[in-house]
């Protein structure tokens, strides 16, 4: 099967029969992958490669100077984490090496008003630890922040109609989401690691959503199918790859999938041994909504697979697993 492209442009101009034909191509790609491109997505070029180009320069620096703004203790969620301090199979239960990666983190970019929660303050809403090099990172980051955000709430309305409810449904849930933006650097290897060492191990996302911007023409994104096997996920020009999260299956009683995905180490004639960059934003509702299945997903007389869990707490206990 080829790997689908859906248009958000054009459902956005769609008329209310338009959308709901989009939609119900959207929940059978969900309900069989939770995988797909976005293309026409909106977000100005100039703010992709403004904040990609900053990456790339900050993980071009030093070790000693990247230290400058690491996280300060393990479980701390934003800043700079090196080499050798996350291996995602964990949150799995699978017990792997250390994940072959770098990575810059970062959160909200303010706190809501009047909020008073010590696990939100002091988790989700804890100060990124901005780089001072290079000049200009901390601006394209947060355009690049602002801009995915919008675009993970237009998504947000696609999903709502592909799931028959109305096309804001998803709104009032975030308001003021506590998503995360990761840069990601997968350094370059002098050999092939060693056996089981991955450059992200096999894992679900946690939230509603991830927008993934890889790097053009790489290569070890996979992902695993139905019937068990590993299918590599292609970059698509121009696109963003959008995948659901773990809250998702649990609002939709598990109609959709939130998907097994892992990068690995293709082969050194394919560039396997190469330096790779993405960019992954994890698209989270507001710290305290309420995550409880949705009504359309519920067949007369079926119960519910899960228990109501509040969205925050739930990332965090998700996020800790991870930790090495």
């Not at 099967?1 to 859906?6: A, C, G, I």
Request: hydrophobic fraction near 40%; charged fraction near 20%; aromatic fraction near 12%.
């Amino acid at each position: 099967m080829s790997f689908p492209v859906f248009d958000l442009a054009a459902f956005e101009r769609s008329d209310d029969n338009g959308k709901r034909q989009m939609g119900r191509e959207v929940d059978l790609i969900c309900r069989a992958s939770g995988f797909l491109a976005v293309q026409n997505h909106g977000v100005p070029d100039d703010v992709i490669s403004g904040v990609w180009r900053q990456a790339h320069d900050f993980f071009d620096l030093d070790h000693d100077i990247k230290n400058h703004s690491k996280a300060p203790y393990p479980g701390y969620p934003y800043g700079y984490l090196g080499p050798g301090t996350e291996a995602l199979a964990k949150s799995k239960g699978v017990d792997t090496p250390p994940d072959l990666k770098e990575s810059f983190n970062g959160g909200p970019l303010a706190v809501p008003s009047g909020l008073t929660d010590q696990q939100a303050l002091s988790f989700c809403y804890a100060d990124t630890i901005w780089p001072a090099a290079p000049e200009g990172f901390r601006p394209a980051w947060e355009a690049y922040y602002r801009a995915v955000t919008d675009l993970a709430s237009r998504i947000m309305r696609v999903f709502a109609v592909a799931l028959d409810l109305d096309e804001d449904y998803f709104q009032s849930y975030i308001g003021q989401p506590i998503s995360a933006l990761r840069a990601l650097n997968y350094p370059e290897l002098s050999a092939p690691p060693p056996e089981g060492q991955l450059r992200a191990g096999a894992h679900t996302d946690y939230g509603s959503l991830t927008i993934l911007l890889p790097q053009p023409g790489s290569k070890g994104l996979e992902i695993m199918t139905p019937e068990g096997a590993w299918r590599e996920v292609p970059p698509v020009d121009g696109a963003f790859v959008i995948n659901i999260g773990d809250l998702m299956a649990r609002w939709t009683n598990n109609r959709w999938v939130s998907t097994l995905h892992r990068v690995v180490n293709v082969a050194p004639e394919d560039g396997g041994l190469d330096r790779r960059q993405s960019l992954a934003f994890f698209h989270q509702p507001d710290w305290f909504a309420s995550i409880e299945t949705l009504p359309s997903c519920l067949a007369p007389g079926e119960q519910p697979t899960y228990e109501p869990v509040l969205s925050g707490p739930y990332l965090m206990g998700k996020f800790k697993r991870t930790v090495m």
